[in-house]
Each structure stands twice: as C-alpha cells, then as structure tokens.
C-alpha cells in the first residue's frame, strides 16, 4: 500500500478514480465531481499548488490529496491530509478525511489509508490527528478507533475524534 499524491498518478486512472465519487457522500467531499477532463487536469494543477501553500483562499490551509494505491497498483481510495488546523477545523472537518472507492470498500483499506497519512501528519509534527465522521458511517468510525481514536465531542450530525501520535 502507498499514499501517491494525485497530481503525480496516471491521469486517466486518477481522473476515474475521482469520478466515483459523488460530490459529498458520508461528508467525505469531492470537488471534482462532475468534472470534465479538461477541467480535472486544472483541478490536480490547483492541488499541487494547496500543497505547497500556494495561491490558497484567506480561510483555507495547505493540505495534500492522496491517492491510496493497494499492492496490486489499484487506485482504490482517495485520502486527505491538511497540513495544519485553524479554527474551523479544529472544531468540524479536522486533519484528515478519506475515501474508499465502492468496488473495494469493506477490504481494510480506509484503515490501511488513514494508517499512512497519520505517519505522514506525524512527520509533518502533528502531535494530534483531529477528524470527523458523520453518525451514519460508523463502518468509519470502527476505522478510526481502531488505530486510536477516541471520540472528544460531538453534535447531531457527526462525530469528532482525535488520535494521538506521539
């Protein structure tokens, strides 16, 4: 298993990839969906420049969108990494958020994804992963736990975990 950052995945296969998924499902968010290649191409231009920190809105941080590759070279989830907090995400969507194409949901890859990037938001020196998973997908949030999270608050839609990593 490997985390590969989207702009650098073979475009087709990353382009149909993203296009599995809808534009928000579980309250894991695609803006790509619906995209035309063309527009795609500008898309994954724009992702590796938010990586960076580039040419980012005011109220946004730099963040890396992933591609979560199994050891067969299937392009089977997408993962996201914000390389830091402010303060609306330190209270909703958080560090991390990811998903797992249809066709290979229910293999163990969400945990193996989110296993990745915590070590990658670990070498970033995130002391403390923060995500959120909405009440309806507790297949998510068995995933979280599993690796350490533990549930800090909640509201009538979602729940807010952290896992520690030091």
Request: net charge negative.
């Amino acid at each position: 298993m490997q985390l590969l950052e989207a702009w650098r995945g073979d475009l087709e296969r990353t382009y149909a990839l993203f296009m599995k998924f809808p534009a928000n499902e579980h309250g894991f968010e695609n803006d790509a969906a619906g995209m035309s290649g063309e527009e795609f191409v500008r898309y994954l231009h724009a992702l590796e420049r938010m990586s960076a920190g580039i040419g980012i809105k005011p109220t946004w941080v730099p963040g890396t969108k992933y591609i979560l590759v199994n050891d067969d070279g299937d392009y089977v989830g997408i993962v996201n990494l914000r390389q830091r907090l402010n303060d609306k995400l330190r209270e909703g969507a958080g560090h991390i958020g990811y998903g797992i194409a249809p066709e290979y949901r229910g293999r163990g890859y969400a945990t193996q994804g989110l296993r990745l990037v915590l070590e990658k938001a670990k070498a970033l020196g995130i002391d403390e992963a923060y995500l959120a998973v909405h009440k309806d997908n507790l297949a998510s949030l068995a995933v979280q736990r599993h690796l350490g999270a533990r549930i800090d608050h909640e509201d009538d839609e979602e729940y807010y975990t952290r896992i520690a990593l030091g």
